[in-house]
C-alpha cells in the first residue's frame, strides 16, 4: 500500500516509508503537538539525508537537532531540512541564510500533507486528518496554531488578516461572529461583512 501512494502521489519510495515511521513514532509518543517533533518527522527522510548544509548555517541547524535529542529523536544526516520544515513554520521572515531550503520545503507543501494524509486514511489510520490541512497551511504561510482555523474556514483571509483579526482581538470564529463591526473595521466593509456571516453560519453550525 506505501508503495502505491509513493506511485500515485510521485514520491519516493523510501521518503513515504520513512514518513510512516516517523509519525508512528510521534503517535506512540504523543509527539504530534510538538513543532520539532513535526518538522523532525517532515524532514527526516531517505532524499534528505545528504542534504549540504553550509558553514554559515551549521550552528541553528545543531540547536534544533540538540531539540531533537532532547525529544529522544534520532537526527539523521546533516538537519538541513528538518530544520527548513521548523523555519517555515515558525518563521514568516526566516533568517537569509535558509530561504533556498524554505522555499523548497513551501513549494511542495501540498504534496506532502496529501501524502501523509492518504497514509493516514489508507494505510496508519492515525486519525489525524485535521492536523495535515493545518499543517501544509502553517509550512506554507507561517501560520501560527491558534490562527489556523481562521485560514482553513474563512475565504479571503490568510496569514496577514489572521494576524490582524488577532491582534484585534478577533482571533476566533467565535469572537468574529459575535462582533460584525468590528470585524468589518479591521477588513473593510464588504470583506468584514462576508467574514463575519461566514463565521457566524460556522459557529451557528457547531452549536
Not at 65 to 88: H, M, Q, R
Not at 117 to 140: G, Q
Not at 172 to 192: F, M, N, Q
Request: contains cysteine.
Amino acid at each position: 500500500m506505501l508503495g502505491n501512494i509513493a506511485s500515485w502521489m510521485y514520491q519516493d519510495p523510501y521518503d513515504v516509508s520513512d514518513w510512516y515511521m516517523n509519525f508512528n513514532r510521534l503517535k506512540r509518543e504523543s509527539l504530534f503537538g510538538n513543532d520539532v517533533a513535526l518538522a523532525w518527522a517532515l524532514g527526516t527522510t531517505y532524499t534528505n539525508i545528504e542534504a549540504v548544509c553550509r558553514k554559515n548555517q551549521k550552528e541553528p541547524v545543531q540547536d534544533f537537532l540538540d531539540s531533537c535529542v532532547n525529544l529522544g529523536l534520532p537526527p539523521a544526516g546533516t538537519g538541513i531540512i528538518p530544520f527548513a520544515y521548523y523555519s517555515a513554520i515558525k518563521s514568516q521572515r526566516p533568517p537569509f541564510e535558509f530561504v533556498s531550503e524554505i522555499r523548497g520545503v513551501r513549494f511542495d507543501a501540498e504534496r506532502t500533507c496529501q501524502t501523509l494524509k492518504m497514509i493516514d486514511s489508507r494505510y496508519a489510520h492515525w486519525k489525524m486528518s485535521k492536523l495535515w490541512k493545518a499543517l501544509e497551511i502553517r509550512i506554507k504561510d507561517a501560520v501560527p496554531t491558534k490562527l489556523v482555523e481562521l485560514v482553513m474556514h474563512l475565504d479571503n483571509v490568510g496569514a496577514t488578516r489572521a494576524r490582524k483579526l488577532h491582534m484585534a482581538g478577533l482571533g476566533t470564529l467565535e469572537k468574529i461572529a459575535r462582533k460584525p463591526k468590528s470585524t468589518k473595521r479591521i477588513l473593510g466593509p464588504t470583506l468584514g461583512k462576508q467574514v463575519y456571516r461566514q463565521a457566524k453560519a460556522i459557529v451557528q453550525g457547531e452549536e
